[in-house]
């Protein structure tokens, strides 16, 4: 279990039969079949929102929702909770699903009004004012691009604000250090893990490792700044070869991806002939990793790495091993940030930058052997998902699941 500002208890060697079983062959996801939740065109609650919140849509505002705590006679008080969106995500949803979820596990009532301000200023303007005038205790800022906003329009506001799906903010410069507060009304949690901790991993994984492909949207500032420049300094001083492949035009990425990838094969054979020596690293940059077939397709028998653990997933159209901060997992630690600020508990420019650690680790082992390549034993103790030689999953949130002979 992760604890609540971004420490984890030993992991130790769990599920030693998955392993046993996995190496026989004889794994059998099974996903339950569930029905389609409702979609109000920018947010997808889950089954479990649904089951535990009543969404409301706003008359004449399309992109507004009330989210309320089903019958809580016992509760204290009712919580007002903003959420301040940029834009749609699946990352988002996910993040604001395991938000609500955790509130009804700390038997926490809330109002939430969620707001996709699509990253105009004017919209984001009246979005605070009705925070302020309705009485918000707490606003969430969903995304890099929402942070960024708030920050520059809202720092020193009234109502707190904690950071969700958000890069570094050291590195981004909203504040001086992980360790000490913010000294405002932000609290800050980071998608991001230092970046000599992943390099680690990718040495482990490839010792001699010779040329690293750095896939990034030259439109995601918070990306380049914080994951794709930042390796680059760190593998380029280590005698590492990068080679940075940035997307120009995110509407035809799929396009830009498969030539840049293709290019990159070519350029790392000419050190590495059997592309043993070689990593494709894919950034938190949505507009890059949604492209995976696309990345997949053209990548040979490079491995194909993401920051991002919702890149592994079932079946072929997947990166073979993710090792980052997933939205999830930020998110858990974003929502018990939220929780004792609104319950007394921390101030909210007092508290340090959470990060979880340690990382989400996914495996994917049908393109492992697909690519043949080795995953060392400790990544699959580790592992927070692992999907089988059929692609199928057989761990999630670190617990195995639905698995038959």
Request: hydrophobic share 40%; net charge positive.
């Amino acid at each position: 279990m992760r604890t609540a500002f971004g420490g984890a208890t030993g992991r130790g060697l769990r599920h030693l039969g998955l392993v046993l079983v996995l190496l026989c062959g004889t794994l059998a996801g099974a996903a339950a079949a569930s029905s389609e939740p409702a979609y109000y065109g920018w947010f997808r609650p889950s089954a479990e929102t649904l089951d535990t919140w009543r969404l409301e849509e706003t008359p004449g505002a399309p992109d507004q929702l009330r989210i309320r705590s089903r019958d809580r006679r016992d509760a204290p008080r009712t919580r007002r909770v903003m959420v301040l969106f940029p834009r749609p995500s699946p990352a988002y949803d996910v993040a604001m699903n395991k938000i609500l979820d955790l509130f009804v596990e700390k038997g926490l009532a809330a109002e939430v009004r969620v707001i996709n301000f699509r990253r105009d200023d004017q919209r984001g303007r009246r979005a605070l004012a009705e925070a302020e005038a309705w009485g918000a205790e707490l606003i969430f800022s969903m995304g890099s691009e929402s942070t960024a906003w708030l920050w520059k329009r809202y720092r020193g506001g009234r109502i707190p604000v904690v950071s969700v799906c958000s890069k570094d903010p050291v590195l981004l410069g909203q504040t001086q250090s992980y360790k000490a507060g913010s000294g405002t009304n932000f609290a800050f949690t980071s998608l991001n893990m230092p970046v000599e901790a992943q390099m680690a991993y990718l040495m482990e994984l490839k010792p001699n490792l010779k040329n690293l492909g750095i896939l990034v949207n030259s439109h995601n500032v918070s990306a380049i700044e914080t994951q794709a420049k930042p390796m680059l300094r760190y593998a380029a001083k280590r005698g590492v070869r990068v080679l940075y492949l940035d997307v120009k035009n995110p509407n035809f990425a799929g396009d830009e991806l498969s030539s840049l990838v293709g290019r990159a094969v070519s350029t790392m054979r000419k050190n590495d002939p059997t592309l043993d020596r070689s990593l494709f690293w894919i950034t938190g940059s949505t507009a890059v990793f949604r492209e995976i077939e696309s990345i997949n397709a053209s990548s040979d028998r490079v491995p194909v790495l993401s920051v991002v653990p919702d890149v592994v997933q079932a079946g072929n159209d997947s990166a073979v091993l993710s090792i980052g901060i997933g939205f999830q997992s930020n998110a858990h630690l974003a929502a018990i940030y939220g929780i004792d600020v609104l319950q007394g508990r921390v101030r909210v420019g007092e508290v340090g930058v959470g990060i979880v650690s340690p990382p989400d680790i996914a495996i994917n082992f049908r393109k492992a052997r697909e690519i043949g390549l080795k995953i060392p034993f400790r990544f699959l103790e580790r592992a927070t998902y692992v999907y089988d030689y059929q692609g199928r999953i057989v761990r999630r949130n670190g617990e195995p699941v639905g698995f038959s002979r």
